[in-house]
């Protein structure tokens, strides 16, 4: 009964969402690297000692042949002569070695003291023969009056290559576990940038979001932490753009809510269907302001917390002057005003085509709240050297020079200004050229009189 109790414990730690924890089966980059340079180091270290030990082996045997060829060599230079008939000293010849000295007629001059004897048909040279069923390498060398005879036993002379060849693979099998550790501290010090960068972070207050810091960074870390840098300065225009909507939106919409819930009160206490019916369209044009504030201060938080680096397209300025004229119509008929579009010659810029037209639709709503009942808006869009231009301008009585720089800035209202705007449209129109990196020039209207609002973009 408690077998599926057993199942589940060993299943591994398990995250609330039914899946693995994922530090567990997270991949180690030094793990790995230190794993592969380790592999590499012993399949290297395998291959030398492999090549070694042969290229030791191969050398030790011709050294054996030329120390056999050394010894039959020395026996031509008169020591069979002195030993006729006898036997050289027991020591004068390895126990594993066969040395016979035959006379030119075949009459034995020499051998070693064994019970083994060469074959008096000698092959001159270097050959590999069968002693008594053991095998032997044989060097025969002739002159005009004798026949020396040298064998070595192959199988003493494999083992002497052997062990030569051992001694030569010795050091590179002493050596890896050192490289080995050197392989692991190298690593662990090529790595140390990473774990410096992953603590900077961790350490971070959630509020804090100054870029990292990138002197000593290898050149492989710093695209990466330059891109951490770049979402760090977007967060943070980002979040200050929520905080100067949440403080702007506290501070802006305590009087519009006061002003409705007196229009409520209003609406309570009206005693009969014609003050009912004032007090209602106050209440309603009430709600329709406050509304059109909540969507000026979000359109301006968008705005200023977007990000410079998105990807620009070509934008036609024409399309969204007439776009922006036709979605302002309605207003323009309604206060019978004369809603002009000039567009001369096609104008095409790069940019943001839904920031651009957030832009000329407040510049021309702008318009049309401060041009008189029977006045004259312009909005036209033309090229501009190498780039392209917005342009619009209204038969209002225009801003002072003086004023002209402040009513950029957010809720501020010439003062004497007739309507009810929110004091964020020319705000708006600021931080959408800033993205741009576009000029914002506001001046007298030469044609109209009013204002005239210049947005010059680069080509």
Known sequence: MN???????????????????????APSLRARLTRALLAAVLLIAGVQAAV??????????????????????????????????????????????????????????????????????????????????????????????????VAQQTEARRQMAGQLALRAVLPVALLAPLLMLIVWWVVGRALAPVERVRAQVAARRADDLAPLPTAGLPAELRPLVDEMNGLLTRLAAAWAALTHFTADAAHELRSPLAALRLQAQSLERAQDHETRRIAAGRLLAGIDRATRLVEQLLALARQEGAAREAAFAPVDLAALARAAVADARPEAERRRIDLVLHVPAPAVAPGQAEALAVLLRNLV??????????????????????????????????????????????????????????????????AVAERHGATLALDESPALGGLRVRVGLRG
């Open 365 to 430: 709503e702008n318009a049309l709240r401060h041009a008189p009942e029977g006045g004259q808006v312009r909005v036209g869009a033309r090229a501009a050297g190498e780039g392209a231009e917005l342009v619009v301008e209204d038969s209002g009585p225009g801003i002072a020079p003086g004023d002209r720089p402040r009513v950029l800035d957010r809720f501020h209202r010439v003062p004497g200004t007739p309507g009810h705007g929110s004091g964020l449209g020319l705000a708006i129109v600021r």
């Open 52 to 149: 070694t030990y042969r290229t030791a082996r191969a050398e030790a045997e011709a050294l054996f042949d030329a120390q056999m060829q050394r010894i039959a060599l020395s026996l031509t230079g008169g020591l069979a002569a002195g030993a006729e008939g006898g036997a050289l000293a027991d020591g004068a010849a390895a126990q594993d070695m066969i040395i016979q000295i035959w006379r030119a007629d075949g009459l034995m001059l020499y051998r070693s003291p064994t019970d083994r004897l060469l074959p008096p048909q000698a092959v001159l040279g270097f050959t590999d023969s069968r002693v008594d069923g053991e095998p032997y390498r044989v060097y025969a060398l002739r002159t005009a009056t004798q026949v020396v005879q």
């Open 3 to 25: 077998a599926p109790d057993s199942v589940a414990a060993g299943a591994g730690p398990v995250s609330a969402g039914g899946q693995k924890d994922s530090k567990v089966s």
